[in-house]
């Protein structure tokens, strides 16, 4: 098979035979012409070369058969989704290290830019509305941060900006969410590192000291001037709805809704990250334990809104499907929280696929998600 370096590659032309990628994938027909967006793309994500047994031509040979065009289509749609995945991790990464470095700033001069911190939110809402699936692909990444509290307060605000758009809060609300989720633990700033970093069980007086952060971070925000329901948010985000949180026991509606929409984002980030002193969750089982054990404490409203964005199988879930196959949850559907589209993984005969291969589970279909996988098996794939 010969190589073709897409440098010398021009749009409009046609082969005379298939084109492949790495010798094995076909992304081009002999009836379909290389477009300039093709040939684009392949160079934004370093393909150098393609290949064909055939040669260059102005025109279409013959008509190719359908696998083949759908293979065309296949590429596009992949590398698109590649392109607004990468788009999702390389935003992640910045908002990480603007939340690194404002919290950082906060920690050594006592001071927050809200100005600058509120632009940031309006890119992270903007983002979130026109690349949500790929961002909430955000478990998939490593935090690249030694301190939990930054990774913790970015998902959080992350979380919480996908709740409040489901639940359609105006603009306005939704920048005061962000503002309010991403700062929400702010006053643990003004605690010994010792406190927040301990791997070991606290005592009494210091399980005291880390409930205060909820006032200090209250106290600390009214200092910036912030409107009161943003200051509220890092109040009560520890407050639950049956009264057994703190620190004023607030029960339902008499907790402010961003500390609502926060206890949830906040709590569901909690039990997917490790910790010297617990073991993480997967994204089904925080789902579930959210569900069953703690459903009580939280808004159903807003626990609705978590399952219907995220599904029962959160994005970023390695799950068995009933035919034996494993998958890995990349899309899910907002009419059908409970049938998300899985990428293939391991076929039901234990192969791995050798073109990507995505399926929508559905009840008629017979094709459903059995249970999600353990980590040791996580592992082995």
């Keep these: 098979m010969k190589s073709f370096n897409i440098s010398s590659l021009k749009p409009g032309i046609y082969f005379d035979a298939p084109v492949y990628l790495d010798r094995e994938y076909i992304i081009l027909s002999p009836d379909t012409p290389l477009s300039g967006e093709i040939i684009q793309r392949l160079k934004r994500w370093n393909f150098t070369q393609i290949f064909s047994n055939g040669t260059q031509v102005e025109a279409p040979v013959y ?66 509305k026109n690349n949500r699936d790929y961002l909430l692909r955000y478990t998939e990444l490593k935090a690249p941060v030694d301190n939990y509290l930054i990774s913790h307060s970015a998902n ?81 985000h520890h407050e639950r709805m049956d009264g057994s949180g703190y620190p004023k026991r607030l029960t339902g509606a008499r907790i402010s809704l961003y500390a609502r929409i926060i206890a949830v984002a906040c709590s569901y980030d909690a039990m997917l990250t490790p910790r010297p002193y617990k073991l993480s969750f997967d994204g089904h089982s925080a ?48 009419n059908n929280p409970r049938f998300p589209v899985v990428r293939i993984i391991k076929d039901e005969k234990g192969n791995t696929p050798e073109k990507p291969t995505l399926v929508t589970t559905s009840e008629e279909k017979g094709l459903v998600i059995t249970r999600s996988l353990k980590k040791e098996e996580i592992k082995k794939l």
């Design 156 to 236: 959080t605000a992350i979380l919480s900006i996908t709740l409040g758009s489901f639940l359609k809060l105006p603009p306005h609300k939704l920048i005061e969410l962000g503002l309010s989720s991403l700062l929400h633990d702010i006053g643990m700033f003004k605690l010994p590192e010792s406190l927040y970093k301990s791997s070991g069980k606290l005592t009494a007086n210091e399980q005291k000291t880390i409930m205060a952060h909820t006032i200090l971070g209250y106290r600390i925000l009214k200092g910036f001037s912030v409107p009161d329901n943003v200051a509220l948010g890092a109040l009560e």
């Design 63 to 128: 008509n190719a058969s359908e696998e083949l065009s759908s293979s065309t289509a296949v590429l596009v749609e992949n590398i698109q989704n590649t392109e607004r995945l990468e788009s999702a991790r390389k935003f992640y990464y910045e908002f990480l290290d603007f939340t690194r470095k404002i919290l950082k700033i906060f920690a050594s001069e006592n001071h927050l830019n809200i100005e600058l911190i509120t632009e940031k939110i309006k890119q992270l809402i903007t983002l979130e």
């Design 287 to 334: 789902m579930m334990d959210l569900l069953r054990g703690n459903k009580a404490k939280y808004d159903e409203n807003i626990i609705r809104a978590l399952i219907y964005r995220l599904s029962i199988y959160p994005l970023g879930t390695y799950v068995l499907l009933s035919d034996n196959a494993l998958g890995l949850v990349i899309k899910t559907d907002i």
